[in-house]
Structure formats: C-alpha cells, structure tokens
C-alpha cells in the first residue's frame, strides 16, 4: 500500500509538471524555447529596404531571440499592402514589422492591438504613424530614414559643386514619403537659389521615359528614397550616364547601383535600431508608447567615383577627404 501511494504521488508530480510545461509553451515567451511570430512586410524588394530588414533580423538573433518570420512584399503594390497586414493580424502574430511608409499605413490600419515597429518611414509625423517625433502611437513606432538635415545639405552640396543647377527629381506622387521629401527638396532648393523639375511617375516602368523627358532641363538629377523609382534605378543610371547628368541619391545602397553621391545613413544600422526596440517590445520590458519614434543618429556624405567618370563628372580633390566611397 506504502509503495502504491508512492507511486501515485510521482505520477501526479510528472502530471503537473508536463501541465506547466504546457502553459509555458502556449504563453509565447522565448525564455522556454518557444518562438515568437513575426510578421514583416515592405512595400517593394530593393537594396534599402532589404538591408533594413537584414538588420532587424540581426537584431533579433543577437538578443537571443527564437523568431519564425512571415514575410511577405507587397510587390510595389498598393492594392497589396493592408491584406498582408490583415493576415498577420488573422494569424495572431506577436509583432509586426513595417518596412516602409505604405506598409506601416496598412500595419496600422489592420490593427491597434499587436505591435508595430516601422523603419525605411521617411516622414512617420505626417503620414499619420505618430502624433509627433517625441511621443509614439499606442501600438506604433520605429526609426525614421530621413535624417532632418540630410535634404538640406544635399541640396547644398549640389549648389556648392554643380552651382546653379537646376535639380530633376523623378518621384511616385502615390507615395506619402516622397511628396514630403520632394517639397522639402523645394524649400531647400529655394533657399539656394534653386530651380527644381519634376515629373511624377504611376509605376516602375514609367520611369525611363520619365528621366528622359527630364534631359535639357535638368542639369542634375537627384533621385529621393522613392520606392518605385529605386526599385527601377538602372533606368535612371541610364539616362544619366548617357547624357552626363550627375546623379544624386537619397541612400548609400543606391550608389552601388550607379549613383553618384549622397548624404545617407546606412539601412541596415536603423533596421538594427528598430529590431531592439522589438526586443523589448516582445519580452515585455516595453510597449511600442514607452518608445518615441526616432532619427538615424547620423549622415556621412557617400560617393561612387566610377560612377562619377561615367557621368562626366570632374573629379574635385576636396572629395577624398570628405566621403566614405561606394563601389558598383
């Protein structure tokens, strides 16, 4: 009977702790072994967005974090975007991760109880993701990519070595971040002495003729963070090198594919940025509200000088010592 009751104790024993094992495998903390759902989406796959992804990720993995992603691109879509936030949101995801402008909207839309971490936003105050840049949303806030001095000193650097030059930009009028940074490019451009011509394109493939519908116009070419038009870049570099039109960027990954120079940050550094923001988001030390949205800590001025000799461009010695040097 003694032995009897004895075993009966280290069943209900056994019993209890494969009961608590369970719980602990449904409460979706990683500190068991379990992994948290992640749902990332971005608007479109291009070399920007791609390397703030990477280092979200990265971010992640060096937290110790298990993590199965669900990522998904909304291919240059519009029409795309809110149903893959939609199905995050029906498949119950911890957290949400908006790599771009249109797909933190849609983020937002779909839902105000999962998290949402954004970056690659260009203007999160004015597209409507948080009140203002020192306060989040209740569920929403990230890491901008437009660092408030970057158009500024763009625009300078054009009139300081290209002086008077008349500034093309090719932008989708479709896309909050680009309207914004275009009239800020205005500001600044009047400010200089500037002129600014623009043409506004609906999809990749407008893109081309676009830019050459520019040439005669333009005496430089200044390509912003535009989702569209970076993803058709090449077509852009065409044009440019054809006619010897220096070509301006709004990121560094845009040098290795022909650009010229630009005052950038670096994608994957405010990807990272956001991943650690997730850390705390998804083990409970915060919410996204504890956290305003931030700015890239910085701007280095960043230059091709391949791409330069293929545009016509006559080397200035000042450059050596000013920029980092990208290579195509």
């Not at 936030?85 to 983020?107: E, H, K, M, R």
């Not at 998804?282 to 001025?301: H, R, V, W």
């Amino acid at each position: 009977m003694k032995k009897l009751l004895i075993l009966m104790v280290a069943v209900a024993i056994i019993t209890l702790a494969a009961c608590g094992s369970d719980d602990e495998a449904d409460s979706g903390s990683s500190e068991g072994g379990d992994t948290y759902k992640v749902g990332a989406t971005q608007i479109v796959e291009h070399p920007s967005l791609d390397a703030a992804y990477e280092g979200f990720k990265d971010a992640l993995a060096d937290a110790g974090l298990e993590v199965e992603y669900d990522f998904q691109s909304a291919q240059n879509d519009q029409n795309n975007v809110k149903p893959i936030s939609d199905g995050f949101v029906a498949d119950d995801v911890d957290l949400i991760f908006a790599n771009s402008t249109p797909s933190a909207l849609g983020a937002l839309q779909a839902t105000s109880d999962i998290p949402i971490v954004f970056t690659s936003v260009t203007d999160a105050v004015d597209a409507g993701l948080v009140p203002s840049m020192d306060e989040a949303g209740e569920n929403i806030t990230g890491v901008v990519d437009l660092h408030p001095e970057q158009i500024d000193a763009t625009v300078e650097f054009i009139n300081t070595y290209f002086e008077g030059a008349t500034i093309g930009m090719v932008y989708n009028a479709g896309e909050q971040n680009s309207v914004s940074q275009v009239e800020s490019v205005k500001a600044a451009a009047e400010e200089q002495g500037l002129e600014v011509v623009e043409r506004t394109v609906a999809n990749s493939a407008e893109v081309q003729q676009a830019a050459t519908t520019l040439v005669g116009e333009a005496d430089v070419f200044y390509i912003i963070t535009d989702n569209t038009v970076v993803s058709a870049l090449d077509s852009v570099v065409g044009v440019a090198n054809d006619q010897d039109i220096p070509l301006i960027v709004g990121e560094p990954d845009s040098l290795a594919g022909g650009g010229f120079a630009t005052f950038g940050i670096d994608y994957h550094t405010i990807g990272y940025r956001t991943g650690e923001m997730a850390v705390e988001i998804l083990t409970g030390e915060m919410s996204p509200s504890d956290f305003p949205a931030e700015y890239p800590p910085e701007i280095q001025l960043f230059m091709n000088k391949q791409a330069a000799e293929e545009q016509g461009i006559e080397w200035n010695s000042e450059w050596d010592d000013q920029a980092q040097f990208v290579e195509q």
